[in-house]
């Protein structure tokens, strides 16, 4: 990160307080930061806060008397530009490519990536209009990090929340030390990937599910597409915007995304089941609220399909790569799911820590043994884990060994 150059844009929301932050532990890791701030955002933070803590006169005006094109200037020898917090309101101009203050006049003008943290009230984020400009912002190479779930400055709870500085910080170090995946291994090849939780319904407004947060099924989405895949990706329910350019397919229960997987197996050359499938659901769930009473309640539970072990065993099965989410035991009991599913390649992860965390460790098993990957971002991890089961995949297609 030492000696890079970022344009931080602010604009007007509560979350602005939180740029402060992450201002100052941009600068403390020896990064250049060049503030611009909308009107909206200065009545939250002022300029002058921004000023001391990243050294440099914070850019409000399009024009000043000692710069008259600063919004050309911003976008030049920039290595990144982070819009955060991004507001409803500026996603939608930027969506429409508007120029109309600085901060979208330099977005437009930039040569360099451009990188969005939208933070607004959970409705605001789940309004069709904004899920259709960061679609559009994402279409056009933009990319969006995930807005955080929690309590928010409105007193609801929900996704929209601007992540914390130090979760951004580690996304922008992660961006500059990661390799980028060399060449398009996966040019012309049909992945599916699942993602997320499960929820299994016990009445309409209860259900079984777990703190699956689709973070890493994302990421593995984002570093196939980047691999030249043509990549589909049946979700359960997340907060989290599709990679661009991946079909999302929404489904909610494990009989849900059973069906969605198997109906697109025959078009599919390698499967990825990331999806933290929920093991059991409620034999018979009721289709009215069950009321509360004193008596002690009884849940029947029957068993989920295996969707990865049905589709490894399919007749012209594609290449398969589990996911195990274990807490102990790492290699034993990974290297025991990989051969009882018969696959030829399975990543390990340890549940305490991956749970939600936009970080992971995993270790890889397949045939040649245990591979462990160094802790790191979810999408560094995933573009390994996608460069080793391609060279597993090109190895010898006819004759690969399945355990
Ligand atoms: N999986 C699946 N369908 C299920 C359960 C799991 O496709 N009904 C897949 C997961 O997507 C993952 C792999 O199987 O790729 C291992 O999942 P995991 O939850 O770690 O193991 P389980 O097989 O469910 O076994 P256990 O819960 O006993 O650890």
Redesign the pocket.
Known sequence: MQGKHIVLGITGGIAAYKSAELTRLLVKNGVTVQIVMTASAQFFVTPLTFHALSGLPVVTETMTANDAMPHISLGRNTDLMLIAPATADFIARLAQGRADDVLSAACLARDCSLWIAPAMNRQMWQNPATQRNVSLLQQDGIHVIAPASGAQACGEEGAGRLPEPEELLALIKAHFTDTPLSGKPLAGKRVLI?AGPTQEAIDPVRVISNLSSGKMGYAMAQAAWEAGAEVTLISGPVCLPAPANVTRIDVIC?ESMLHAVMSRIPATDIFI?????A?YRPRHPSSTKIHKSDATQQLELVP?????AQVAQAPHAPFCV????ETEDFVARGEA?RRR?HLPLLAVNDAKTALGSDDNTLTLLDDDGVHPLPRGHKLVLARQVVTHLASLYFRSPDKRQVP
Do not use: E, P, R, W
């Not at 089941?273 to 499938?277: G, R, Y």
């Not at 989920?304 to 990865?308: G, Q, R």
């Not at 589990?322 to 989410?325: E, L, S």
């Open positions: 699942t494990a089941s990331v999806a933290a499938v093991d989920t399909t295996d969707i990865l589990g996911f195990a989410a799911k599913k």
